[in-house]
């Protein structure tokens, strides 16, 4: 199976193919062009998309230090009340007890099976503990199993361990030291916390090297459809696949939990959204 020369792996491409196997094909062997839309109401759903790129880049230069009152105005000048709301929830109610050291936007990556596996951090928060903090701007709280088992949470974690020391004076982190925190910016006292440890560890790093190793021994015909078609109302390829031409309606996205196979969240992704200037 040929993947692009030095392909990383990500939590996005693995939670495709976890997903359906041939949506990766699709996406990351055959690298085929998006045919459809994600969502019925395509400029809305693009609207949120730019809006939570432009959350995440306030929260991003309020970190590296850029003036509170500076970014206010440049929140009041967008009109945008979502944003607003936002950014207002994020001043009165952020993280609570984060360690003092901040690392907004980190990539990291480790070696996986021949591979690198890479993770992008909204922010790593440093000091006896290292706590993993993901700004969420869904309009649902997401459900705390649904969290669990998305590949996000493992990879976060897995490649902190392995790939952190140099944001820890050069000692690698202990799996105790690490957590990860989701902040929801409509629902700001109600983050979701997960804590790391050995068993877990180990078992991400034998379930995620398992995933690579079983995409890389694949033939073009292994990679199957999924079998559960919820994951197809929201997929850009259902077309390619005949498993429907119109997209799911956006307030579905919103009201479908993980369960039921849909996305279960309308999040925006830093791979699919340019970044927003100021």
Request: hydrophobic share 45%; with cysteine; net charge negative.
């Amino acid at each position: 199976m040929a993947l692009l020369p030095g392909f990383q792996f990500s939590q996005n491409s693995l939670q495709d193919f976890v997903d359906c196997p041939r949506r990766f094909y699709l996406r990351y062997v055959r690298r085929a062009a998006w045919p459809a839309a994600v969502a019925g109401e395509a400029l809305e759903y693009e609207r949120h998309m730019q809006q939570g790129a432009a959350f995440h880049r306030l929260v991003q230069q309020h970190v590296l230090g850029i003036s509170i009152l500076r970014l206010s105005r440049i929140v009041a000048e967008a009109r945008d009340p979502d944003l607003s709301r936002w950014w207002a929830n994020y001043l009165t109610r952020p993280p609570a007890d984060l360690p003092p050291a901040r690392y907004p936007e980190v990539m990291l990556s480790t070696p996986a099976a021949g591979h690198r596996l890479v993770a992008r951090y909204d922010l790593v928060a440093v000091g006896s503990e290292a706590v993993i903090v993901d700004w969420k701007t869904s309009r649902k709280r997401l459900r705390r199993v649904w969290l669990a088992a998305r590949l996000q949470t493992r990879v976060y974690c897995y490649v902190l361990v392995r790939a952190g020391a140099h944001l820890n004076g050069g000692a690698a982190f202990a799996p105790e030291q690490v957590s990860m925190r989701y902040w929801f910016a409509d629902f700001p006292d109600e983050p979701e916390h997960f804590a790391y440890g050995e068993a877990g560890f180990d078992a991400d790093g034998a379930y995620l090297t398992g995933l690579i190793e079983d995409i890389k021994a694949m033939a073009e015909d292994d990679f199957v459809l999924t079998e559960d078609a919820g994951h197809c109302r929201f997929c850009v390829y259902r077309s390619l696949c005949d498993r429907g031409a119109a997209a799911g309606p956006l307030s579905a996205i919103e009201d479908v939990d993980g369960d039921a196979g849909a996305p279960g969240e309308l999040d925006f992704d830093f791979d699919q959204v340019q970044e927003v200037e100021f």
